[in-house]
C-alpha cells in the first residue's frame, strides 16, 4: 500500500532528505583526507564534443592529451549521425532485458559487425566493458576450474576473477607481469584443474605495453588453457587496419576469447562486447547475469558504434595517422628531456613518483592549456604516480607541439628536467 494517498501531490521542490550525520560525517572525514594528501579528484566539465580540442568551463579551449577517443570519433559526423538516427528508430532504449521485451534488429548487426571486425565467429554487446568483463568468468567456470591473471591487469578483469571465485568457489592465482616463466610454474600446479583460463589485457593501459600474445596462445595450447584478452585499449588501435592485438600479432582469429569496449576508439559513447564462438555468445546469452539482470545497450549507442566500425574498416589510414602521431610524441617528449616508458601505443605514461606530484603536474598542465590526467595510488603501485598521455588520430602536429612546450615548461618548474 502506498505512503502516499494518490490524491496527494508531492511538491514542486521537495526538501533534500537530512542525512545520517555520523555516517556523512565519516564520508566527509575521507574526502578531507584526501584533500589534505593533495590526491583529491576534481571533476573538469565540457561544454563541445570530446575531439582534440575541447570548451572546458573555466577554461576556454583546451587541448585534450588523456583521452581514449584514440581515433578522434566522438564527434565524427558519420558516427554521430547513425546515433541521431538510431536514437529516431528504435527509441530511447528496451525498456527491460532482452529475452524479456525483445531485443533490437540494431543490436545484432552490431554484434555481426563486431565479431567480424576482432576475428571471432559471434559477440554479444553488453552496457559497459566493465559489465562484459564482470559477466564473463563466473559463466564460463565451475568449481575445479583454474583461473590465472597477469598481475597488472585491468580492474574490471580482477573483480570478475574474485566474483566468480566467490559464486563458483574456482581456483584464482595471479603470475608476474609478463613472465611466462612464472605463467607456467602455476599452470603446472594447478595441472589437474577441471578447465584453467588465463586472462590477460591486450594493452596494458597504465604501461601501454603490449601482452606477449603469441608465446601465451602457446602455453595455452601446451596446458590445454583458453585464453581471454580484453583489447579495450588494442581495439581500433593496434594492428595494420586497427583489429587489436591479435592483428598486431600475427594471430587474428586465434584468440578463444576477447573483450573489449565500444567506449574508446570504437566510437568512444559507451557499451562493450564478449566475442568468441556461438556457443560461448549462447550460453552467455542464458546465464550472464548482466544480460539477465540489465537493459541492453542503448540503440542510440549500438547505431553509433556500429557506424564507428564501419568507419575503421572504411578507413585503415585514420588508424596509421594515430601510429604516427603516437610516434612523433615520444620523439619530441623524449628529445624534451623525459624518460617515458616504452612502448608502441598511443599510451605514453611519465613516471613522476608520488600521486601529489603527478596530481600537481597535471594542474599545472591543465593552467598551460593541456588537459593531461595524473595517476597515482591505487590505480598504479606506490611510487610509480605518472602523467598518463594519450594521442588522438585527432591530434595535429601543432597540437603535438604545443602539448610537448608546455611539458617543457611545466617539468622546469617542477624540477623535473
Keep these: 500500500m502506498s505512503c502516499i494517498h494518490p490524491t496527494t501531490r508531492p511538491p514542486d521542490h521537495p526538501t533534500p532528505p537530512i542525512p545520517n550525520s555520523i555516517f556523512d560525517a565519516s564520508l566527509r572525514a575521507r574526502i578531507d583526507q584526501l584533500k589534505a594528501d593533495k590526491v583529491y579528484k576534481r571533476l573538469n566539465y565540457l561544454a563541445s564534443p570530446q575531439s582534440a580540442r575541447v570548451q572546458m568551463e573555466g577554461r576556454g ?47 545484432r548487426a552490431l554484434e555481426a559487425a563486431l565479431a567480424r571486425f576482432v ?108 585464453v581471454v584478452m580484453d583489447d579495450s585499449h588494442a581495439t581500433g588501435v593496434l594492428g595494420a587496419t586497427g583489429r587489436g592485438t591479435a592483428e598486431h600479432c600475427g594471430v587474428l582469429g586465434e584468440v578463444d576469447i576477447i573483450t573489449s569496449t565500444l567506449g574508446k576508439a570504437v566510437g ?35 547505431a553509433s558504434a556500429l557506424a564507428a566500425v564501419q568507419f575503421i574498416e572504411a578507413h585503415p589510414e585514420r588508424v596509421q595517422t594515430l601510429r604516427d602521431n603516437a610516434t612523433y610524441f615520444r620523439e619530441q617528449i623524449t628529445e624534451a628531456g623525459f624518460k617515458p616508458l616504452d612502448g608502441s601505443t598511443p599510451i605514453v605514461p611519465i613516471i613522476i613518483g608520488e600521486t601529489a606530484a603527478a596530481i600537481q603536474m597535471s594542474d599545472m598542465m591543465l593552467d598551460e592549456g593541456v588537459f593531461v590526467t595524473g595517476f597515482g595510488f591505487p590505480v598504479v603501485p606506490q611510487g610509480t ?17 604545443f602539448a610537448v612546450r608546455a611539458f617543457r615548461k611545466v617539468g622546469g618548474k617542477l624540477g623535473l628536467l
Excluded at 564478449?274 to 542503448?298: I, K
Excluded at 604516480?385 to 607541439?401: E, F, G, M, N, Y
Aim: charged share 20%; aromatic share 6%.
Design 119 to 226: 576475428g571471432t565467429a559471434a559477440s554479444m554487446s553488453y552496457v559497459s566493458a566493465w559489465n562484459a568483463n564482470e559477466g564473463l568468468t563466473a559463466t564460463i567456470v565451475e568449481e575445479g576450474d583454474f583461473v590465472i591473471s597477469d598481475e597488472l591487469n585491468h580492474a574490471s578483469i580482477i573483480d570478475s576473477i574474485r566474483l566468480a571465485k566467490a559464486i563458483t568457489k574456482c581456483t584464482t592465482g595471479v603470475y608476474k607481469h609478463s613472465n611466462l616463466d612464472d605463467l607456467v610454474a602455476k599452470l603446472e600446479a594447478n595441472k589437474g584443474a577441471r578447465r584453467r583460463v588465463i586472462w590477460t589485457d591486450g594493452v596494458f593501459s597504465m604501461e601501454g605495453s603490449i601482452a606477449k600474445l603469441p608465446e601465451l596462445l602457446q602455453v595455452a595450447r601446451d596446458h590445454d588453457a583458453i
Design 268 to 302: 568512444g559513447a559507451a557499451g562493450g562486447f564478449v566475442a568468441g564462438s556461438e556457443a560461448l555468445c549462447d550460453v552467455l546469452t542464458q546465464r550472464s547475469r548482466p544480460q539477465l539482470f540489465s537493459n541492453a545497450l542503448p540503440p542510440t549507442v549500438a
Design 61 to 107: 579551449e583546451v587541448l585534450i592529451l588523456s583521452s581514449n577517443n584514440y581515433l578522434g570519433l566522438c564527434d565524427e559526423p558519420s558516427v554521430v549521425r547513425a546515433g541521431i538516427e538510431g536514437l529516431e528508430k528504435f527509441g530511447a532504449g528496451t525498456g527491460s532485458v532482452r529475452f524479456i521485451c525483445g531485443t533490437f534488429t540494431i543490436h
Design 385 to 401: 604516480a605518472r602523467v598518463r598521455c594519450q594521442l588522438s588520430a585527432s591530434h595535429t602536429r601543432d597540437d603535438i607541439d
